[in-house]
């Protein structure tokens, strides 16, 4: 069988089966992180405009935006997911290099509006998309991520297997559905290697692109079954042509689902096991930041790689500097939206301790990636002392989550200067209880 077709009889046998209490609380979490991923989003350029642009396709359709404008499903599915990613803070996949819920969930979402699922099966969507989309990225690994930008690649498989679930594709359709959307797969790193706002569009089109293959193969669309692992297939083309004969030996028993890493920081997420070493070296020690000398970040190479601004000048270029979250993160405390501010963005006190810090890539902590995202942080002190600490994971991370009450926090935090504290606390409360809804509309 081709990759396709062990994803097309595993979703054929999932349906079946009921969800695991376990998995379906993790999938209620992982809504609720989008939710808190997209509120944010929606203020940002990229999205303002991609909604000017699809005018055309809002104001009619069965499902919404995120504060309830009508929109066809694709369009829905476009612009959620293109806001979901904008902010910087949606979840991600640590062994595929990859943010599954932007797309998948704004896909899902869409597709489950448009045709009036139930919550729970919304839900059981969602899990589909992740366990699908992540092995996928799992097996492009690391040659894959030099150059494609995985949320917009790999997310195009997780939004087409969470609408085909929605949509009750047979495994025949499933199958093909995969197959199309392969062929849509997008997204470059180089869009984010200088100040764009292209970026969180890969996650939008990738949630568009997977609901799109999704409706063409229900009404009979074919495409390639051996796209994936063929000689002139994805694997080849944008990989080391890898082994695909294991793809589906864990399906149903591991559920890459209960292992997503949810941010605590806002930004570039390479840079966060720098900053909570940061952070940690401050709290053991009682350091100011006028008491630093020096700091030097030694991390893993896509770090430096795509969180390489040494000299920010804009909002966008400071989530991607491992040099202005750290220091960032030693004046104020914290990186939270109030860190991409004008004000902060200037701040003299942050700009003078960037000069100080220093990165590289540690050979051991590189060879690790991307299974593990850690940081070794040295702090040269002005009376001398040399302070230093290996954070060996980021909080949030499966080795130390977020708990469900910070996952809360999050969502409230990020939700109510958008919608309004009490609103917020309302969807969260419902977002605990969609597998009871009757419907998402």
Same mark, same amino acid.
């Given at each position: ?99 599954? @819920? ?9 597709? @489950? ?19 699908? $989309? ?24 997780? +939004? ?48 568009? +692109? ?9 009404? @009979? ?85 795509? +969180? ?19 220091? $960032?993160?030693?004046?104020?405390? $914290? ?100 597998? $009871? ?5």
């Amino acid at each position: 069988m081709h990759a396709t077709e062990v994803f097309a009889r595993y979703a054929t046998e999932f349906h079946r089966q009921p969800l695991p209490e376990e998995v379906l609380h993790h999938a209620k979490r992982a809504v609720i992180d989008w939710h808190a991923s997209l509120y944010p989003g929606l203020a940002t350029e990229p999205v303002r405009l991609l909604e000017d642009t699809s005018a055309e396709d809002l104001d009619r359709g069965r499902a919404r935006l995120a504060q309830g404008r009508a929109a066809t499903a694709r369009a829905a599915a476009l612009i959620n997911g293109t806001a979901a990613h904008a902010a910087e803070v949606d979840d991600s996949f640590r062994d595929a290099m990859y943010h599954p @819920g932007a797309a998948t969930i704004a896909a899902a979402l869409a597709a @489950g509006q448009d045709g009036g699922s139930t919550g729970l099966e919304f839900l059981r969507s969602v899990v589909l998309g992740y366990e699908v $989309s992540t092995r996928i990225g799992v097996v492009l690994g690391r040659p894959h991520y030099q150059f494609w930008h995985n949320t917009g690649t790999v997310g195009t498989f997780g +939004a087409a297997a969470a609408a085909a679930g929605l949509l009750k594709l047979d495994e025949a359709a499933f199958a093909h559905a995969l197959a199309t959307c392969a062929t849509f797969a997008a997204g470059l790193q180089q869009a984010f290697r200088m100040d764009s706002m292209s970026k969180p569009l890969h996650a939008g089109r990738a949630a568009e +692109a997977g609901l799109l293959a999704a409706q063409l193969a229900r009404r @009979g669309l074919t495409g390639s079954l051996d796209v994936l692992d063929g000689e002139a297939g994805l694997g080849q083309a944008m990989s080391n042509g890898p082994d695909w004969t294991r793809i589906g030996a864990t399906l149903g028993t591991d559920f890459h689902i209960t292992r997503l890493t949810l941010k605590n920081h806002i930004g570039c997420g390479h840079s966060f096991a720098a900053i909570d070493g940061a952070l940690e070296l401050q709290r053991l020690h009682g350091i100011r930041a006028s008491d630093i000398a020096h700091v030097h970040v030694a991390t893993y190479r896509p770090a430096l790689e795509i +969180a390489c601004y040494e000299r920010p000048t804009t909002a966008n270029e400071a989530r991607f500097s491992l040099h202005y979250v750290v220091a $960032s993160a030693l004046v104020h405390g $914290s990186v939270r939206l109030a860190a991409y501010e004008p004000e902060r963005l200037d701040d003299p006190v942050t700009r003078d301790l960037m000069v100080r810090i220093s990165v590289a890539v540690d050979p051991e902590l590189d060879a690790a990636f991307p299974g593990q995202r850690a940081a070794r942080i040295t702090i040269t002190t002005v009376d001398g002392r040399r302070l230093t600490h290996l954070q060996p994971n980021r909080k949030g991370d499966p080795e130390q989550p977020l708990s469900d009450a910070e996952l809360e926090s999050k969502l409230i935090e990020l939700a109510s200067p958008v919608i309004g504290s009490e609103q917020a606390r309302a969807l969260l409360a419902r977002l605990w209880t969609l597998d $009871s809804e009757e419907t998402l509309s």
